[in-house]
């Protein structure tokens, strides 16, 4: 299975393979009743580690991006990407990247791809759900967002993993942090950390 999940690796992203493994772990072992959901898609190299576990457990991911970059993929922005930049409307757009990665890892029935920005889609969607991935913009605001939006989801039992956890502010920005901090104070227990990712399970 390792050598199968390493094809994946080849996918443009943030992501560690290791890490990548950790969230394959985490879905096969607890996306078996509902399905996930991932903030921030960007080009798809998450979702097939968890869209392959979810194809496995005949599960689905739901994967919410607006496409148009974080902060910091903006034109002349440090991770600004040409291969990814629309230049006929002058803006970012990692949908087609992400469509063609889907397609490509043959997981079309098992991700869904949302264009919406996290909180418009957590009002659409109301079922209780297995698994929540946040690795959306790392801004306070935002990372705040997505997690008071899609805390109460996860059914008890369930994993919230959220990725760039850094220790110091001289590693990385301190958002995704800080709501890891508040869930370990809310009912979350943390299961597995590997590099900058974390996997808690909802207790109470
Ligand atoms: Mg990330």
Request: aromatic content about 12%; overall charge negative; some cysteine.
């Given at each position: 299975?390792?050598?199968?999940?390493?094809?994946?690796?080849a996918?443009?992203?943030?992501?560690?393979?290791?890490e990548g493994?950790?969230?394959?772990?985490?879905?096969?072992q607890?996306?078996?009743?509902?399905?996930?959901v991932?903030i921030?898609?960007y080009?798809?190299?998450?979702?097939?580690y968890i869209g392959?576990?979810?194809?496995?457990?005949?599960?689905?991911?739901?994967?919410?991006?607006?496409?148009?970059?974080?902060e910091?993929q903006?034109?002349?922005a440090?991770?600004?990407?040409?291969?990814?930049?629309?230049?006929?409307?002058?803006?970012?757009?990692t949908?087609?990247?992400?469509?063609k990665?889907?397609?490509?890892?043959?997981l079309?029935?098992h991700?869904?791809?949302i264009?919406?920005?996290s909180k418009?889609?957590?009002?659409?969607?109301?079922?209780?759900?297995?698994?929540l991935?946040?690795?959306g913009?790392?801004?306070f605001?935002?990372a705040r967002n997505?997690?008071?939006?899609w805390?109460?989801?996860?059914?008890t039992g369930?994993i919230?993993?959220i990725?760039?956890?850094?220790d110091?502010?001289l590693?990385g920005g301190?958002?995704?942090k800080e709501i890891?901090?508040?869930?370990?104070?809310?009912?979350?227990?943390?299961v597995?950390?590997?590099?900058?990712?974390?996997?808690?399970?909802?207790?109470?």
């Open positions: 299975m390792s050598n199968f999940l390493k094809e994946f690796d996918i443009k992203g943030f992501l560690a393979h290791e493994i950790l969230l394959y772990e985490m879905a096969k607890y996306c078996t009743k509902s399905f996930a991932e921030g898609s080009c798809g190299k998450s979702a097939c392959q576990a979810c194809k496995e457990n005949g599960t689905y991911l739901v994967t919410i991006d607006h496409h148009r970059g974080s910091e903006q034109f002349g440090e991770y600004f990407d040409p291969e990814e930049y629309d230049y006929k409307n002058n803006r970012v757009d949908l087609p990247t992400l469509t990665n889907i397609a490509k890892y043959k079309n029935s991700i869904k791809a264009v919406d920005n418009s889609a957590s009002k659409k969607i109301n079922s209780e759900i297995d698994f991935f946040i690795d913009s790392h801004t605001e935002s997505d997690y008071e939006s805390k109460n989801k996860i059914r369930g919230l993993s990725h760039d956890i850094y110091s502010e590693e301190q958002a995704p890891y901090e508040k869930a370990m104070t809310e009912g979350f227990k943390l597995k950390r590997v590099n900058s990712l974390v996997a808690l399970k909802k207790i109470t």
